[in-house]
């Protein structure tokens, strides 16, 4: 399969869908709903709803059928950027080259439009005949106990270091989870058996946890130009990461053992999985 | 009826809900779990949840049967006021004679707090058997056309003079929609009747816009020590106001028209609708 044009492919079908569900930039509040527009449509990779799609399609449905949930769970992603980039929280002034909300329209529209943006993953997930149960994982995918707590984790630990058990509380919290729902959406809107939704689970918890390590190993390895974000910032603060913690082989073989617990766990899917597979490749085998 | 034990009543079950549901302060992480308690319990007079109970019980239902939904409405208030306390928006320091979230716990916290606190509302609608319309009422209620629309317009207020219409929307948006939803969902929780479900959403627009007039007038007409927060504030930054846009007397006569509004369309529960009867007079009927 030609990776890249899928990829393209992909991310037609869901710009689209955001550009079709999120409110007019005209609509009021203006600056609301322009505030909105600019995070989501601010170059992401959509992998989230890439790979929700991608589920849907390993366990043997048509992937059109997910695409309003992976609409949700990039408004879902989209406002816990907006919200980490915060002057209060990581301070980042641009995300993927682009400058980022608050920077644009100022803190307090930046707060609210991440706040829309939660709700609005909420209302699409509700619009299903089964919506509270794809409401209720998103809920607490993205709670306190999970995205939210790992973030709050994350900024504790730019001021002290973090055990390996809480670094990976971190990266299981604000990374694994929501690709785990990601994949099960996929996989519960085309009616998955629970042993595919099992296997897509672990495929979301091992794929999410190694593409953080990875990240943090290239955080460490690469300059700012090539990952259009302050590189090296980690480490600049002491932040607690798996280098810091394990030392780069360690983390290396790490990320090498998820990767490899992550693609095994899609054996079940057989054919029909291949393109969740060369995603999964696709995330992991980058050159670290 | 005795209003004041009905009301102490109400508090009780509403709060102990509230401290069975959150999780508890040592949870981790302890620092947002102990954030959200502290805005959760911070003195609230636990308005929309009782609403929501009482009017299951106008519906002829045991107002237990919404006391899920009523926990869930509180959270998403108090995530609402985290927000709109925080310095990059209305900055206050005190709420209720209390400090605010994140006066104690910091800004990024308080974002934080809120974030997963609305996150909370959803997982609690998704847990019922039709959460999905609940998940979709709510977020339709807290989005970027209401919610965090009204509170957008109402930022954009402070500098510049709306007008009348746009006040009404502000107010409809922050206050009336989730005073609607909050008597809705008890209705809906008790299996309201079409017509039930539309006088209750009557009596939650009328109730929410007199209250925000009677908000406005108060707020010009009483003091600080009374209200338990900065007043006058909203005249002093030339803020826009009911009594500042049609003047006092105008808005007082609004207010009582809309009152009598809120009133009327209770016709409709006969004598299981007297503890919301009751209700609306409470809130409506202060010395303005």
Redesign the interface.
Known sequence: MDLELYLKERRGWIDAALEARL?GPG???G???RA?RHSIFAGGKRLRPILCLAAAEACGADPGIALDLAVALECLHT?TLI?DD?P??DDDDFRRGHPTCHKVF????A??A???L???A??I????????????????T????HL??G???D??GESKQLSLEELR?VHLSKTAALLTTSVRFGGRAAGASEAQLEALTRFGQASGLAFQVIDDILDVTQTTEKLGKSAGKDLDSSKSTYPALLGLEASREEAHRLTREALEALAIFGDAGSALRALGNYLLERDY
Not at 106 to 109: C, H, L, R
Not at 125 to 139: K, M, Q
């Open positions: 409110p609509e009021r509040p600056t609301l709903h909105m406002y919200h915060l209060c929280m100022g803190d307090g529209i707060v609210l991440g706040d829309a939660q709700a609005l909420f209302e997930c509700g619009e299903r005949e089964d919506g509270g149960v794809y409401a209720r994982e998103l809920a607490v993205s709670g306190s106990r939210v707590g973030q709050v984790l900024l504790e509380f």
